[in-house]
């Protein structure tokens, strides 16, 4: 039984990660701050079949502690400060997190055992203003944010690692994915939560910006399987990860409001002040690479997707009432 350690174990994609390979007959542990908290954090489905270790990003002793313990086979790392609304929140901090943890995380494999494979969740954010569209493992990189940068720098910290030392390390460069699990930070969530709790008379109206706003949206766990992919190759890459395909906030609105026989125009507003311009490129993957050489392509298409998050959260709020 192989081992894996994920980190971020209580988020969408380390929780949908963690089932997947569970499901393969692996050993999950979650390198967690807290293991209290964690455990209360993770899904009902995960709490008694995955095994949690304290883990700090800023400390890399404990890091070779905790891979001198564990032996994983393979390292997934999904922790990381906030995308989204957060992106420009105390720049140092996700610079240490979502940046420097990641060469620390490379050195302490490079100490305990070269043959560990990697993974990092890496971000379409690296791109920033786009030069070109659709984006590829070879579009030049523009961040425009402390988040974009920090995931940049990770990226350029796995090659180097991989070039150097030929640690088997990747860089997933993930476009935007969405699942019920989703924080209600993000607005594919806002709009699904506020689409239930409009139907169930807890909410009468939605604001938002810009509707006609693009992005590539996925679903989680299709992705994860993308990353898990990756690291059973022969030889370790960078991978886009990917639909291919822009759909508008508008349209999210579209499919979340008419899934529970609402009109969106009736409840959503345009607010002048969390208005964003329309990027100059268009904000959506190639993953050409990733279907050739990894056999993949997502299998969630983007309506079903927005179905499921609506059903699940009319299904959560409707519990409470």
């Known amino acids: 039984m192989p081992t894996v350690l994920i980190t971020g174990i209580t988020g969408q994609d380390g929780s949908y990660l963690a089932e997947l390979l569970l499901a393969k007959g692996y050993r999950v542990i979650g390198a967690v701050r807290n293991s209290q908290n964690a455990k209360e954090s993770l899904p009902t489905v995960l709490k008694n079949s995955v095994e949690l270790i304290t883990w700090d990003m800023l400390d890399q002793r404990r890091m070779t502690e905790v891979l001198t313990e564990c032996r994983p086979a ?168 990917a639909t291919g395909k822009a759909h508008s906030v508008r349209e999210l609105c579209e499919f979340a409001f008419s899934r529970l026989g609402l009109d969106y125009r009736d409840h959503v507003r345009e607010d002048a002040l969390a208005y964003r311009p329309i990027e100059p490129a268009l904000l959506v993957g190639c993953a050409a690479k990733s279907n050739s050489k990894l056999s993949w392509k997502p299998e969630i298409e983007f309506r079903e997707l927005v179905h499921m998050m609506v059903d699940a959260d009319l299904r959560m709020l409707s519990e409470k009432i």
């Open 74 to 241: 393979e390292i997934y790392n999904f922790a990381a400060c906030s995308s989204g609304a957060g992106m420009f929140d105390n720049p140092a901090r996700i610079g240490e997190v979502n940046g420097l943890a990641v060469a620390r995380i490379l050195e302490a494999i490079r100490e305990v055992d070269t043959k560990i494979r990697f993974c990092q969740a890496s971000s379409r954010e690296i791109f920033g203003e786009a030069a070109e569209s659709p984006q590829t493992e070879s579009t030049p990189t523009n961040p425009r944010s402390p988040y974009g940068a920090a995931k940049l720098y990770a990226d350029s910290m796995i090659r180097i690692y991989r070039q150097r030392y030929d640690l088997f390390a990747c860089a997933a460069i993930l476009f935007n994915h969405e699942s019920p699990r989703r924080g209600t930070e993000f607005v594919t969530r806002r709009i699904t939560q506020a689409a239930a709790k409009i139907k169930l008379g807890l909410a009468k109206e939605l604001h938002l910006g810009n509707l006609d706003a693009q992005r590539d949206w996925g679903f989680a766990g299709d992705y994860v399987r993308a990353m898990w992919l990756m690291l059973q190759q022969e030889r370790a890459d960078d991978y886009v990860v």
